[in-house]
């Protein structure tokens, strides 16, 4: 299914959150889950992406209280945990050397994988997500239960943080769900954040316009925005800090965005056959060994590793 985009020389010109020029190039795209249309603008200067007229924040989260929303923190197919375990020991790696004295926070935990193998490397490990701590299916690791979008607008941030040492930070495909990431991040760096490792989708993924309206990663409105390295380095500079590491990996989208499409034709009542769908499922063992072999060749997502500058609050816009 090719991108939608809108026509028109009176469409409003909406300025990019990243980079405060006009985006004035639109692709319409639909939720599989809520089955509504939403408008993604797109700034030809840093080539970001995002929804123009979101959810506000206070409604975003039933976009959540979905079966799409629960595949965020339900955890993966056995073989597909294995899997996943080996991409993160390989991704938690840029943190460097954890010590005793370290904070590692691990900010939109999801099923609490990255914060398990941070468990076993650090002395300190706080899990942050949006779900109740009933939800949480890790006993020895902390929990806490935390409004992301509220903490943007808040100057406390993420609220008070055990111990005094060397604060890090890990957001794995966090960002994007965010109605303001860049203030996000700036609230990190006044929070005295050394290092964030940041993983996020790729705008710029070569698979994007092969699978059009499919492609998984699209995830409107829960995906507010679409990154790419310019527009990614753009937004850490502004919160005050630097980039030091920047790569892409591969991870499945041929699996996965077959699922969305399988899901966009069972809305419309098309043959959608409902063991297809579940064999295609996000964080099934499909996927996972599809993750696997796109690893090296692809370019799905952006890992970022972000250090804070002495002076990171001097740039704040």
Not at 223 to 231: A, G, I, N, P, V
Request: aromatic share 8%; proline share 6%; hydrophobic share 40%.
């Amino acid at each position: 299914m090719p991108e939608l985009r809108s026509v028109g020389n009176d469409k409003q010109r909406r300025p990019c959150p990243i980079c405060q020029q006009a985006a004035d190039d639109d692709i319409v795209l639909r939720d599989y889950v809520s089955r509504e249309h939403f408008m993604l603008a797109c700034c030809r200067a840093c080539g970001h992406g995002f929804i123009a007229e979101p959810p506000p924040v206070g409604q975003i989260w039933r976009y959540y209280q979905t079966p799409a929303g629960a595949k965020m923190h339900g955890r993966a197919n056995p073989l597909a945990r294995r899997l996943q375990r080996l991409l993160l020991l390989r991704e938690l790696r840029l943190l460097g050397r954890l010590s005793a004295g370290d904070l590692v926070v691990d900010i939109g935990s999801g099923d609490g994988a990255a914060a398990a193998v941070l468990a076993e490397q650090a002395a300190s490990v706080l899990a942050l997500d949006g779900y109740p701590a009933s939800h949480w299916q890790h006993a020895k690791i902390a929990y806490r239960q935390v409004d992301f979008n509220a903490v943007a607008s808040r100057p406390d941030g993420l609220g008070e943080l055990p111990g005094s040492g060397r604060r890090l930070a890990v957001m794995r495909h966090v960002l994007e769900h965010l109605h303001q990431p860049e203030q996000f991040l700036r609230n990190l760096a006044r929070q005295r954040f050394d290092t964030v490792l940041l993983v996020v989708p790729n705008f710029h993924a070569w698979l994007r316009p092969l699978f059009g309206q499919s492609w998984y990663y699209w995830d409107p409105p829960r995906h507010l925005h679409q990154f790419t390295e310019t527009s990614l380095r753009a937004a850490a500079s502004h919160a005050g800090f630097d980039v030091d590491y920047l790569g892409r990996y591969g991870i499945d989208e041929i699996v996965t965005s077959l699922y969305r499409w399988l899901e966009m034709r069972a809305q419309d009542g098309k043959l959608a056959p409902r063991w297809l769908r579940q064999l295609c499922a996000p964080k099934g063992a499909l996927a996972g060994l599809a993750s696997a072999a796109a690893y090296l060749p692809g370019n799905t997502v952006i890992m970022a590793r972000l250090r804070r500058r002495a002076n990171g609050d001097d740039h704040a816009r």
